[in-house]
């Protein structure tokens, strides 16, 4: 079983309608009010969190990736937005990594497959692309094209919304 074309391009053309449209302009003035970002997931998550701190910090935005599971969350959060992505929203190294983000003060928005999981109940921000879940016993294979758009639109939002506050 796989994520069919037409349900990834129906996943996508949702991110089109004024719901959508108002909560990205929502994150984005959020990701361009932070003194940074830090984007964090695990497995195909993670290249997706590495790929969002390039993007952002390409843009001119102070961001960085950290996608060790293991890696302890120690920090003055004040002014930082975590933006967690995971598919099952569930992944009990991810949930432990929030629970600090958010103990040390930071915003935190996450991107999940849906909003009926631990990490979207705990965010201050969540924006969830409703695709179906494909995975097996050993892993996920659920397309990460959903994630990655949403990555695109927030980089691109903030980085317009910041250039017009700028002139």
Same mark, same amino acid.
């Given at each position: !079983?796989? =994520?069919?074309?037409?349900?990834?391009?129906?996943?996508?053309?949702?991110?089109?309608?004024? #719901? *959508?449209?108002?909560?990205?302009? $929502?994150?984005?003035?959020?990701?361009?009010?932070?003194?940074?970002?830090?984007?964090?997931?695990?497995?195909?998550? +993670?290249?997706?969190?590495? #790929?969002?701190?390039?993007?952002?910090?390409?843009?001119?935005?102070?961001? +960085?990736?950290?996608?060790?599971?293991?890696?302890?969350?120690?920090?003055?959060? @004040?002014?930082? %937005? %975590? %933006?967690?992505?995971?598919?099952?929203?569930?992944?009990? $190294?991810?949930?432990?990594?929030?629970?600090?983000?958010?103990?040390?003060?930071? @915003?935190?928005?996450?991107?999940?497959? &849906?909003?009926?999981?631990?990490?979207?109940?705990?965010?201050? *921000?969540?924006?969830?692309?409703?695709?179906?879940?494909?995975? =097996?016993?050993?892993?996920?294979? @659920? @397309?990460?094209?959903?994630?990655? &758009?949403?990555?695109?639109?927030?980089? =691109?939002?903030?980085?317009? !919304?910041?250039?017009?506050?700028?002139?």
């Amino acid at each position: !079983m796989v =994520n069919d074309l037409d349900e990834t391009i129906d996943c996508l053309k949702k991110f089109n309608t004024p #719901y *959508y449209q108002d909560l990205l302009k $929502e994150v984005a003035y959020i990701l361009g009010d932070a003194n940074m970002i830090i984007f964090d997931g695990m497995g195909d998550s +993670a290249k997706i969190a590495e #790929y969002a701190a390039r993007r952002f910090s390409g843009n001119g935005f102070f961001s +960085a990736a950290l996608t060790d599971p293991y890696q302890k969350v120690s920090m003055d959060g @004040t002014d930082i %937005v %975590v %933006v967690m992505l995971s598919i099952s929203g569930d992944t009990v $190294e991810l949930i432990r990594k929030a629970n600090a983000y958010k103990a040390a003060g930071s @915003t935190l928005i996450t991107i999940t497959a &849906s909003d009926d999981n631990t990490l979207a109940k705990m965010s201050d *921000y969540h924006i969830s692309y409703y695709i179906n879940d494909v995975r =097996n016993e050993l892993s996920s294979h @659920t @397309t990460q094209v959903p994630a990655l &758009s949403i990555i695109e639109i927030l980089s =691109n939002m903030t980085l317009h !919304m910041c250039h017009n506050t700028l002139q």
